[in-house]
């Protein structure tokens, strides 16, 4: 009886494990479906007669590849530098808290880097900044292309982090 209750245990866990995997697995694949839809060419006509790159949709191809370039591993710290470096251009175009907490997580992080701390110790911190550039990413104040991705009108949502303010 005890063996079966260990067995029966070790497979719940194993369910658990597996449904938190997919769970991941599905976000990652949800967030690059929607950027890929954000940066890719308008298509006017019938069919597809003619592919279109607008200048948003030209935008929004950028951000989705900085995105990409931050969720990269196994980077030298120089790639990695100039990944961060990028980014951080990107996001100082804008005066807001959000832009500020991105800006401050890339210092962060290279001050780390160039200190050489290990990748594994920067796990969190990449994390964080992942999250907060996805979130740049899809505000359409910065993604003008994302207006047409939103589920909530913007007038309906409370976004604290995106007030712009002036220079």
């Known amino acids: 009886m005890m063996e079966l209750l260990k067995k029966q245990t070790k497979l719940l866990?194993?369910?658990?494990r597996l449904q938190i995997q997919a769970g991941k697995d599905n976000r990652v694949r949800r967030v690059n479906t929607v950027l890929n839809k954000m940066s890719s060419?308008?298509?006017w006509g019938t069919k597809g007669a003619s592919s279109v790159e607008t200048p948003l949709t030209i935008r929004a191809r950028e951000l989705r590849d900085?995105?990409?370039g931050l969720q990269l591993t196994g980077l030298s710290n120089d790639e990695r530098l100039d990944?961060?470096?990028?980014?951080?251009?990107?996001?100082?175009e804008f005066e807001c808290i959000l832009s500020r907490e991105i800006t401050e997580l890339i210092d962060r992080e290279s001050d780390l880097l160039n200190r050489g701390r290990k990748d594994g110790t920067l796990t969190g911190l990449r994390q964080r900044l992942s999250n907060l550039f996805l979130?740049?990413?899809?505000?359409?104040?910065f993604n003008p292309e994302a207006l047409h991705f939103t589920r909530v009108p913007i007038e309906h949502t409370h976004r604290p982090l995106v007030k712009l303010t002036k220079k």
């Not at 866990?13 to 658990?16: A, E, R, Y």
């Not at 979130?135 to 104040?141: A, R």
């Open 41 to 43: 060419a308008k298509n």
């Open 83 to 92: 990944v961060l470096m990028h980014v951080k251009w990107t996001v100082k």
């Open 135 to 141: 979130q740049f990413v899809e505000t359409p104040e």
């Open 13 to 16: 866990q194993t369910i658990d």
């Open 66 to 68: 900085l995105y990409n």
